[in-house]
């Protein structure tokens, strides 16, 4: 396989921490040419390590696009509302491109985005990266094999973490609706894809209910403050507190996403000014912290999804119901039990779950892309996550959205596709 070439949109905690470490790791398969980023620190630092050349440094991802296409690939880890643009511009140049999820907070522009992916006969790859994993290909596999016979009910849990939530979704990037996208698309999006994807028939009534409940002004306690470090009264005492997420040498798994200066100067300097020292119930956000979406499918069968950030861990799991057998598996724990009906059989399947995160998926997903990039001329495959793959996972999310907003009601995916009103 070639070595390909790369332009990266975004040199945030994807393109810094799973993109960029993947070309280091296999410099034989992608080269990072070109980076767009508006934080200088972030910037300068990902092409000193990827040797760029100063003119193909960009601090916006609009620059990036005024030499032309100068690789084969294009990476697009923008926040979510600017995905649908460069996508597009990509696409038009001759770009292969890998987009994250989602693929836009627009129904419109997502189903635009699948037709100019076929149009242009270009690889628009969407970073369903759960696909990917030994836990879920190897369930994926059981299924195909015919273990469980017709499937009736997937049930699925998403187990956010309270420290992502109140991270991500209350004080940082994804917090607000308007801003990004609603958390069913923001977080949700993958969880049903592996529905969408485990079921294989087409989706035709969702409903959803889900709200805010805990991570507002109403809940604050007495003698709370603005930020954490302002003198707050219950700050020892608190389970959301900004000290006690941040402030976790050596590694800092948390602080790394939120300040380039990982000394307690540099942290503390970032609480007090930055957006994720402030108390989590005096933060600008909307989205839920727990939701419910139920799913009907063609053939009769059905799913139920439940996502929560009101968690200790941030394990997913899995039961699945078949005419033939049953599974039940924990992603956190990476193994899954196959249960025979006829046989009486328990057959517990461990996986690998080593390496990057999302179970082992993301460094699969890369390499994935890359050789289908490579046979792309001769074998013209979309990929497992392609747009088109990605696309009905999407229109759940819509549906599952707007059927929130109106106390569950049940939305027709067909109806509506052909309502430009109803989506959010």
């Known amino acids: 396989m070639k070595t390909l ?10 393109g ?26 972030r910037r300068n630092r990902f092409a000193e390590i990827h040797q760029i050349k100063p003119k193909f440094v960009y601090d916006t991802w609009e620059k990036a696009f005024e030499q032309g296409r100068m690789a084969d690939v294009m990476i697009i880890c923008t926040l979510d509302r600017m995905h649908y643009m460069p996508a597009m511009k990509a696409m038009e140049l001759g770009y292969h491109v890998m987009l994250e999820k989602p693929m836009s907070p627009s129904m419109e522009e997502c189903i635009q985005l699948e037709q100019a992916s076929l149009r242009y006969k270009r690889l628009l790859a969407v970073t369903h990266v759960l696909r990917y994993s030994p836990f879920w290909s190897g ?28 991270h991500s979704y209350v004080r940082g990037n994804w917090r607000n609706a308007e801003e990004t996208s609603p958390m069913i698309l923001a977080k949700s999006c993958h969880d049903l ?31 709370s403050a603005d930020r ?22 050596p590694h800092h798994p948390w602080a790394r996403y939120m300040t380039n200066d990982l000394s ?44 929560s950030g009101l968690t200790q861990s941030g394990a997913r799991r899995v039961q699945i119901m078949g005419t033939h057998g049953e599974i039940i598996g924990d992603m956190d724990k990476g193994a899954f039990t196959l249960y025979r009906y006829a046989s009486g059989e328990q057959l517990e399947i461990r996986c690998n779950v080593e390496g990057d995160g999302h ?41 599952a959205e707007h059927s929130r907003l109106h106390e569950g009601l049940a939305v027709n995916l067909s109806d509506m596709q052909e309502n430009e009103a109803m989506p959010v």
């Open 264 to 307: 307690q100067e540099g942290i503390l300097k970032a609480l007090k000014e930055g957006p994720f020292g402030r108390c989590v119930y005096r933060c600008n956000n909307n989205v839920v912290d727990h939701q419910v979406v139920n799913m009907l499918f063609a053939n009769g069968a059905n799913a139920s999804f439940i996502m």
């Open 16 to 41: 810094r921490y799973i993109y960029g470490p993947y070309a280091e790791k296999f410099p034989n398969e992608l080269k990072i040419i070109a980076v767009a980023e508006p934080d200088d620190e």
């Open 139 to 166: 369930i994926k596999k059981c299924m195909e094999d015919g273990e469980l016979g017709t499937v009736g009910t997937i049930q699925l849990t998403e187990n956010v973490g309270y420290r992502h939530m109140t």
């Open 228 to 249: 954490c470090i302002d003198g707050c009264a219950v700050e020892k005492n608190c389970a959301f507190s900004a000290l006690k997420m941040y402030m976790q040498p």
């Open 359 to 399: 179970g082992g998926g993301d460094e699969r997903m890369v390499s994935a892309f890359l050789r289908d990039v490579c046979q792309f001329d001769r074998n013209p495959s979309h990929g497992l996550t392609s747009a088109t793959a990605s696309l009905q996972s999407h229109l759940m999310a819509f549906a």
């Open 193 to 223: 894809d592996i529905i969408s994807w485990l079921m294989n028939q087409p989706c035709t009534s969702v409903s959803s209910y889900g709200s805010l409940l805990h991570f507002k002004a109403e809940h604050a306690p007495e003698g």
């Open 5 to 14: 070439t790369a332009v990266l949109l975004g040199a945030g905690s994807r």
